[in-house]
C-alpha cells in the first residue's frame, strides 16, 4: 500500500485518558475536551502513541517497525490523526465545517452549566430516584394499566380527538419541557455514581426542540448495572409525566381543553417512551443493550461486521479487529434489524407527509420527500464512509481500535 508521508506530533496533553475497567486486555478510554467524543484504544495502539515525544514526519517515525507492523502502525497514525488527537502544532478547532462532518438530523443551540441545573433539581431528583419511588412509580403504573383495561371502549374513544385536536401549540411546548427532565434524570444518576456531566443543552433533533445531556463519562462506571440504571433514568422520569398527564385527564372535565391536552401529552410521552427502549434506536433502549451485553459501541461495530459479511460493502478492505467471542448473532441481528427499521421509518415519514400536506400541490409534496430523502441518504453515507474508515483496513493490520 502507497503511503502518505505527513506530520505527527505527540498525544495532546489534554486528553483525558482513563483505563477501561470494563475490559480485561488493559484497554484505554481517550476522551477529546474539545469535541466530547470519547475513543478506545488497545493498550498496545496506545503504547505506541505514547511513544511519540517529538513532531517528526511518518517516514521517520515508521522506521522502527518491521514492514507488517509499519503499515498497521500507518493506519494507526493516519486515523489519530484524522481525529486530532495528537499534538502537530495546529490549532485545534471545535468542529471543521465539511459535508461529511455535519449531522442533519441533531443540531446544538444552547448549552447550560450542567452543576447549576444538578443543583437546582436535586431537590426533587434525590428522592425521586430512590427505592420508595420506584414502588410508587410501579403502584401509580399499575393503577393506570388497569383504569385503561377496565374503561373498555370509554379509553380509547379518546383517541378520536386526534382527528380535531387544535391545541398542539400547547403540546409542543411541553414536550420540550418533559425532554428536559428526561435528560437531567440521565445527567443526575450519572452524577450519582460518580460520573462526570460534561454538558446539557437544548438542541434541534428532527426538527424539533428538544434537549441532551453528554453523560458519556457513565462509560467509566465499572458497574454495568449502574450504567444501565443511568441510560434509564430518562425514561423513569418520563414514566412519571405520562401517568401525571394520565392523573390529570382522568380527573378533568371531558372535552374541555385541559382533558383533550393532557390526554394527547399522555399518550405522545408513551409513545416516546415505547421508542426510547427500542434498542435498535440509537436511545436509551440501545445503551442498555450495549451495557448488558457490554458493548461500546454496538451501532458501528454490527454494521462493520455485516459491511465484512456482505463482502459488495467493503470490497478491497477487511476488518481492523474481528468481532468478539459470542457477539457475533448479536451484531449480525441488531445490523439487519436497524437496517429493516430505517427502511420502515423511511416509508413511515413519507405516507405522513402525504397525509399532512394532502391539500398542498403534489409537486411540493414529492419535493418535500426528496428533501427528506435527500437528507437522510447523505446522513447514511457518512455514517458508511466512517465505519469504513473506523473499522476496516486496506492490509493486515496487527494494531486493534
Given at each position: 500500500m502507497e503511503r502518505e508521508n505527513f506530520k505527527i506530533g505527540p498525544l495532546r496533553d489534554d486528553l483525558e485518558v482513563r483505563i477501561n475497567e470494563q475490559s480485561n486486555k488493559g484497554d484505554l478510554f481517550v476522551t477529546d475536551p474539545i469535541t466530547s467524543k470519547l475513543f478506545t484504544f488497545p493498550k498496545a495502539a496506545y503504547q505506541i502513541l505514547a511513544s511519540i515525544e517529538d513532531a517528526v514526519d511518518t517516514d521517520e517515525f515508521l522506521l522502527q517497525f518491521k514492514e507488517k507492523e509499519a503499515e498497521a502502525v500507518y493506519l494507526l497514525l493516519k486515523q489519530v490523526t484524522a481525529k486530532s488527537l495528537l499534538d502537530t502544532g495546529e490549532e485545534i478547532t471545535e468542529k471543521k465545517f465539511s459535508l461529511s462532518s455535519i449531522n442533519f438530523l441533531f443540531f446544538?443551540?444552547?448549552?447550560?452549566?450542567?452543576?447549576?441545573?444538578?443543583?437546582?433539581?436535586?431537590?426533587?431528583?434525590?428522592?425521586?430516584?430512590?427505592?420508595?419511588?420506584?414502588?410508587?412509580?410501579?403502584?401509580?403504573?399499575?393503577?393506570?394499566?388497569?383504569?385503561?383495561?377496565?374503561?373498555?371502549?370509554?379509553?380509547?374513544?379518546?383517541f378520536e380527538v386526534f382527528t380535531y385536536f387544535g391545541s398542539w401549540l400547547w403540546v409542543y411546548a411541553l414536550l420540550p419541557i418533559a425532554t428536559l427532565f428526561h435528560e437531567l434524570g440521565h445527567a443526575f444518576v450519572c452524577n450519582k455514581y460518580g460520573g462526570k456531566v460534561k454538558e446539557v443543552g437544548i438542541?434541534?433533533?428532527?426538527?424539533?426542540?428538544?434537549?441532551?445531556?453528554?453523560?458519556?463519562?457513565?462509560?467509566?462506571?465499572?458497574n454495568k448495572w449502574q450504567r444501565i440504571k443511568i441510560a434509564l433514568a430518562g425514561v423513569f422520569v418520563e414514566g412519571y409525566l405520562a401517568i401525571i398527564a394520565f392523573l390529570?385527564?382522568?380527573?378533568?372535565i371531558p372535552f374541555t381543553v385541559e382533558s383533550q391536552v393532557s390526554?394527547?401529552?399522555?399518550?405522545?410521552?408513551?409513545?416516546?417512551?415505547?421508542?426510547?427502549?427500542?434498542?435498535?434506536l440509537r436511545l436509551d433502549g440501545y445503551w442498555v443493550l450495549c451495557d448488558f451485553i457490554e458493548e461500546t459501541n454496538l451501532r458501528h461495530r454490527?454494521?462493520?461486521?455485516?459491511?465484512?459479511?456482505?463482502?459488495?460493502?467493503?470490497?478491497?478492505?477487511?476488518?481492523?479487529q474481528e468481532p468478539k467471542q459470542g457477539l457475533t448473532t448479536v451484531y449480525l441481528v441488531f445490523s439487519i434489524a436497524s437496517f429493516f427499521f430505517v427502511i420502515l421509518a423511511m416509508m413511515s415519514m413519507a405516507i405522513a407527509v402525504l397525509r399532512?400536506?394532502?391539500d398542498v400541490n403534489s409537486y411540493v409534496q414529492?419535493?418535500?420527500?426528496?428533501?427528506?430523502?435527500?437528507?437522510?441518504?447523505?446522513?447514511?453515507?457518512?455514517?458508511?464512509?466512517?465505519?469504513?474508515?473506523?473499522?476496516?483496513?486496506?492490509?493486515?493490520?496487527?494494531v486493534e481500535h
Open positions: 446544538k443551540l444552547v448549552k447550560f452549566d450542567p452543576t447549576t441545573l444538578l443543583r437546582i433539581v436535586s431537590p426533587v431528583y434525590k428522592p425521586l430516584f430512590s427505592a420508595v419511588s420506584l414502588m410508587l412509580f410501579i403502584a401509580l403504573s399499575v393503577y393506570v394499566v388497569s383504569k385503561i383495561t377496565l374503561s373498555g371502549a370509554h379509553f380509547w374513544r379518546n438542541a434541534l433533533y428532527i426538527g424539533q426542540l428538544s434537549a441532551y445531556a453528554n453523560v458519556t463519562d457513565a462509560w467509566f462506571i465499572k390529570v385527564w382522568e380527573n378533568s390526554f394527547v401529552f399522555f399518550v405522545v410521552v408513551l409513545m416516546r417512551i415505547l421508542m426510547n427502549i427500542i434498542p435498535v454490527s454494521m462493520a461486521y455485516l459491511m465484512n459479511w456482505l463482502p459488495f460493502l467493503a470490497q478491497g478492505f477487511r476488518l481492523r399532512f400536506f394532502s414529492y419535493s418535500l420527500i426528496f428533501i427528506l430523502f435527500s437528507v437522510l441518504v447523505i446522513s447514511f453515507y457518512n455514517f458508511y464512509r466512517t465505519i469504513l474508515s473506523d473499522y476496516f483496513v486496506e492490509s493486515l493490520a496487527d
